[in-house]
């Protein structure tokens, strides 16, 4: 790279704020391999993870109980809680974006409802679609997340018109409800020990899984990141309204069906193998954008990586607070989210008054 080229990047403020999220993320995630029970030196874990990752080990052999718990234990559980967090959080970017609306996210509109009853039905029944396998899981969660998309927006069609913001919301807070009480049906008419792991499932967690977790997550994460940020351009221009955006050449239908199906994606894979955490779609995009303004160019890979680490911190809090007992990382998570997007809300209301 020249060295006018070196200069032009240090001197943006968004580079500075890449470079910074980087080495937030890169922080947590060894936070989340240093913090246990078990203490280890940062030099046998990175030896552990060079050598696994990248065939570089460089020191001395580890003894094998150390070279499990940090491989198949702790590097799973942080590669999974990055993989969720930057799911949630780029998808809830998307919805707000999509929708002009903070309040949007996942929940709010119903699609992390439908995606927990698609994995729930599949826990309590215990069912695999032929050739799919594991992957059954995250693609009949995915189903259900969509499904339950374009019920809320059959919905709205029905009551309006027009897609207007706050009955989209309404609509996904009412299928919502009503999807969660047929996954509390279901999980009722099992017996106690299944009850409470689906129940203890849908608070949220990243703990007890493994590498085929994160194999499970990351195709979709892969395919929905990819639909999401090379649509960044719609979600600028949709921005501005739909008329205004059809005006200036986007096609907004086939804007909008890319965004849902991206958006779709990373939630239902993200739900079915973490349970249901809320407030990550919700809050994290909602702090981007105050730091990098409402350009989705910025927005949504800096959504993925300020939720990925955000995630990793919540489920280390969740795993120390209570040690050796573990808290669901979906209350972490609500703990965190509600008042912090209470306190945005509020003084965003209060900005708009006195600018008004």
């Known amino acids: ?61 580890v003894p094998m109980n150390e070279e499990l718990i940090i491989w198949k234990i702790r590097v799973p559980r942080v590669l999974l809680a990055f993989c969720v967090g930057a799911s949630l959080s780029l998808a809830g970017a998307a919805f707000q974006g999509l929708l002009r609306n903070p309040l949007a996210d996942p929940y709010t509109i119903g699609v992390s409802s439908g995606a927990a009853l698609g994995a729930v039905s599949v826990l309590f029944f215990q069912f695999t679609i032929l050739g799919l396998g594991s992957f059954t899981l995250p693609i009949v969660s995915i ?147 105050l730091l990098t303004g409402p350009n989705h160019r910025h927005v949504l890979p800096m959504s993925m990586l300020f939720g990925g680490a955000f995630l990793i911190l919540a489920d280390l809090l969740a795993r120390t607070i209570i040690a050796p007992r573990e808290f669901p990382i979906g209350v972490i998570t609500a703990l965190i989210g509600a008042p912090v997007f209470a306190f945005l809300l509020i003084r965003e209301r209060i900005g708009r008054g006195e600018n008004g």
Not at 202 to 228: A, T
């Open 143 to 289: 189903i259900g997340g969509f499904v339950a998309l374009v019920v809320v927006f059959g919905l709205v069609r029905l009551s309006s018109r027009s897609l207007a913001i706050e009955t989209i919301i309404l609509a996904g807070i009412i299928v919502g409800s009503f999807i969660g009480a047929i996954t509390s049906l279901i999980i009722a008419l099992g017996d106690k020990d299944s009850m409470a792991q689906i129940i203890y499932w849908l608070y949220g967690s990243v703990g007890m899984r493994g590498w085929s977790h994160v194999q499970l997550i990351i195709p979709f994460m892969i395919v929905g990141s990819f639909i999401l940020l090379v649509h960044y351009r719609e979600l600028n221009a949709l921005a501005l309204g739909e008329e205004a955006a059809d005006h200036i050449g986007v096609n907004v239908k086939r804007g909008k069906i890319f965004i849902l199906i991206g958006a779709s994606l990373l939630t239902g894979a993200a739900v079915a193998v973490s349970g249901s955490i809320g407030f990550v779609g919700l809050v994290i995009p909602h702090l981007v954008r």
């Open 1 to 61: 790279m020249p060295k006018s080229s070196i200069r032009k990047f240090l001197g943006s403020k968004i580079s500075w704020l890449y470079l910074i999220i980087i080495g937030v993320v890169l922080g947590a995630a060894l936070l989340g391999l240093l913090v246990s029970s078990v203490k280890f030196p940062v030099s046998t874990i990175l030896h552990i993870v060079s050598d696994k990752a990248f065939g570089m080990g460089w020191l001395e052999q």
